[in-house]
């Protein structure tokens, strides 16, 4: 290349970098079009899911509920598992509409002053049925002193029980689950910090990542033991942190599972629980 | 006939026993409404089904019913609408209760602000829902 022509070349070198660049700049327009098109496709299948669904289950309870006439043992034994079947898809679906509303930015919280304790015992008595098939130990430890903090409490309660159902499923029966939560951090920025721990089967370190990415299962055989969107853990971050906070694990295979999340005060929390 | 017993039977009235409350069930699903309808026929109530806002508050001003159960999404639009226009014919139902797949707070809020009673979560559990219209209807 000559003197004469070098000023040319790098025009035209620049020229070839800005029409990259447009092009480039055009294929992700397209494709943050067509990844909202999908998140909106979610929401709306999900929506649309749950009609014939309910339409589904309330049939089945008239059934089971004799409304219709008396059932033999039996016949009311599988009517019950069509209802069951039917509320387990009915949650997978809510997941999977939670996931869209998510990833489109599309979830607001209603915060109020909740006890996390009554959340929690909230959260605790759904799974109890859970817990006592299994054959496992649940217990809970909330500290005294905790103030009541302001957080959606629906959501929260999300977290929890996801957490919590993870915790039973991946357990073998006999096993231990516990929740706890406390105060943390005295700087001037405090934090509820909860915790749901368990006994069994444990994530190797290189997955704890994978864990919280969308549609994840770290063993691909998992999903075929533990039904599942794939979506719980996502949502549970996207969750903890619509609140400010963050959620993390601690966790070696075969040596059990413990999952933090914080959720930070707004502004100075009160020294001391008021009187219950 | 002697006199007296005529006289008896032109006064005594003729009793015909109350027709049993009307539930309207404002829902565009026919499997839903189905379901909803034996719910209630099954236990005494008498079931009109609307598959829109117009054919609602059609019915309501046709006869105002004692219970509304109004799904929210429509297909001529907000199902909150249905209870504004019977309202507007002077037909609004005894009560209304709205069922939607929204769980969210700012759905309830909407919905208790119009004038419901309460807001369900669908499917709401058979029994419970008996229970809760005994109340209503009670």
């Known amino acids: 290349m000559t003197r004469v022509d070098a000023p040319q070349a790098l025009e035209s070198r620049l020229s070839a970098l800005e029409s990259q660049h447009h092009e480039a700049a055009r294929l992700i327009a397209e494709l943050q079009g067509r990844d909202a098109l999908k998140t909106q496709f979610l929401a709306n299948i999900s929506h649309d899911l749950r009609t014939p669904l309910t339409a589904i289950i309330t049939h089945a309870e008239i059934l089971r509920d004799g409304i219709l006439g008396e059932l033999t043992p039996r016949q009311r034994d599988s009517v019950t598992s069509i209802i069951s079947g039917g509320r387990q898809l009915l949650e997978m679906v809510g997941e999977i509409l939670t996931y869209a509303r998510g990833a489109a930015d599309q979830l607001a919280l209603t915060p109020t002053e909740l006890r996390i304790a009554d959340v929690i015992g909230r959260v605790r008595t759904l799974n109890e049925s859970l817990v006592e098939k299994k054959g496992l130990t649940l217990s809970v430890t909330v500290a005294d002193d905790i103030p009541p903090i302001h957080a959606d409490a629906e959501k929260i309660a999300h977290v929890l029980g996801n957490l919590l159902g993870n915790a039973i499923d991946f357990t073998p029966p006999g096993g231990r689950v516990w929740v706890s939560a406390r105060q943390v951090g005295s700087d001037g920025r405090p934090s509820l910090l909860i915790e749901v721990g368990d006994s069994g089967i444990g994530i190797a370190p290189e997955h704890h990542d994978l864990v919280f990415r969308e549609f994840a299962q770290v063993d691909a055989s998992a999903s075929r033991q533990h039904h599942g969107t794939g979506l719980g853990l996502t949502i549970a971050r996207k969750l903890v942190e619509l609140h400010g906070g963050s959620i993390w694990l601690e966790s070696q295979l075969g040596e059990g599972s413990r999952f933090f999340f914080t959720i930070p005060y707004r502004g100075a929390p009160p020294q001391h629980a008021p009187p219950v | ?138």
């Not at chain 2, 806002?53 to 509304?68: G, I, T």
């Open chain 2, 1 to 138: 006939m002697p006199p007296d017993d005529a006289r008896t039977a032109d006064v005594a009235p003729t009793w015909t026993p109350p027709a049993p409350p009307l539930v309207l069930l404002v829902e565009d699903s026919a499997l839903v409404a189905s379901a909803l309808r034996i719910l209630f026929e099954e236990t005494g109530r008498r079931v009109r089904v609307a598959p829109d806002v117009a054919a609602a508050v059609a019915a309501c001003a046709d006869e105002p019913p004692a219970l509304m159960l109004l799904d929210l999404t429509l297909p001529d639009g907000d199902g909150l609408s249905a209870l504004a226009g019977a309202r507007a014919r002077g037909a609004a139902p005894r009560v209304t209760v709205a069922m939607t797949g929204h769980d969210d707070p700012g759905t309830r809020q909407r919905c208790l602000a119009a004038g419901c009673a309460d807001v369900l979560v669908k499917p709401v559990p058979a029994r419970e829902l008996l229970r809760r219209a005994a109340e209503w209807l009670g």
